[in-house]
């Protein structure tokens, strides 16, 4: 059985290394690591949850930035839950988006204050709508 | 007041579990831990990495100083950021009628390989931004 966690010394540094399953930890490279306190991030979610809003208006939600960071955003449309599901051509794609006349939604992610960014959606369409919006840990900026 | 790291045994594994607040790492499921090491993977961060579009039609990146590759294709996600706002990946409708050239989608196509990343103007144009890209330690493609 591999050893797939280590507290101590990898190499030259020291840290906390956690590697995939049948990976040994002591020699595992970063691709095969769960883990790794040498990496600049783990990739944490700040954000995750349903944001609905109604037919031809627009919805805020702010949320804590934590340190004051521009965040990386995906959105999706929520049409069926699963992510990356849209009902029209160019909603519900991998990004964040300004969009462009004819597309019903866009979604931006604004830096407001060191304590706090905005996501705001604007829905022009005549249907109520609902996104999942997944926010990063990351700076973006 | 829950216990929420666990080193050791959980079930029948062995591993390292570290549960959300106000949850008992011995006993919670899957849904109520932050970080289990029985996934096949997390969102482990290999780089962080900043591109500026200047009046060029692409810009790349090398992931490693020398160009040399990390061994891997990896899963990326990137997003243009002007002052505050931070943009994603924009959507634009753009028609040029004398080069018979148009786009309807993202104003940016990101591509990587296993040893850089590259942003391009969607319409092949001279165009500026400034963008930073996450760079996983997922290999986008296995055995790449």
């Not at chain 1, 595992?28 to 949850?49: N, R």
């Not at chain 2, 594994?13 to 849904?31: C, D, F, H, I, Q």
């Not at chain 2, 943009?87 to 004398?98: I, M, N, R, T």
């Amino acid at each position: 059985m591999a050893d797939r966690v280590l507290l101590g010394k990898k190499s030259s540094d020291y840290g906390l290394w956690v590697s995939r399953a049948t990976t040994e930890a002591d020699t595992a490279t970063d691709k095969d690591m769960l883990m790794s306190s040498t990496s600049p991030s783990v990739g944490q979610i700040l954000l995750f949850q349903k944001i609905d809003v109604n037919a031809s208006a627009s919805t805020t939600l702010d949320y804590k930035n934590h340190g004051g960071v521009k965040t990386f955003m995906n959105w999706w449309l929520n049409s069926d839950y699963l992510g990356g599901g849209g009902v029209s051509a160019g909603i519900g794609l991998y990004s964040s988006d300004y969009g462009f006349s004819g597309l019903l939604l866009t979604v931006t992610n604004e830096y407001i204050n060191s304590t706090t960014n905005r996501i705001t959606v604007a829905n022009i369409s005549l249907q109520s709508q609902s996104i999942i919006v997944m926010i990063f840990k990351e700076a973006a900026a | 007041m829950a216990g929420r790291v666990l080193l050791g045994k959980k079930g029948s594994n062995y591993g390292l579990y570290v549960s959300r607040p106000g949850k008992e790492v011995t006993t919670v499921g899957r849904e109520d831990l932050i970080f289990s090491s029985d996934d096949t993977r997390t969102s482990q961060v290999l780089k962080i990495i900043d591109v500026t579009l200047s009046s060029a039609a692409t810009a790349t990146v090398n992931y490693n100083g020398d160009g040399s590759s990390i061994g891997y294709i990896p899963f990326i996600i990137a997003t243009e950021v002007s002052g505050d706002e931070i943009k994603g990946l924009p959507w634009e409708y753009s028609f040029q009628p004398f080069a018979g050239v148009y786009n309807i989608g993202s104003k940016w196509k990101v591509s990587t390989t296993n040893s850089a990343v590259t942003i391009a103007d969607s319409m092949g144009a001279a165009a500026s931004g400034t963008f930073r890209v996450l760079v996983f330690a997922i290999p986008a493609i296995d055995g790449s």
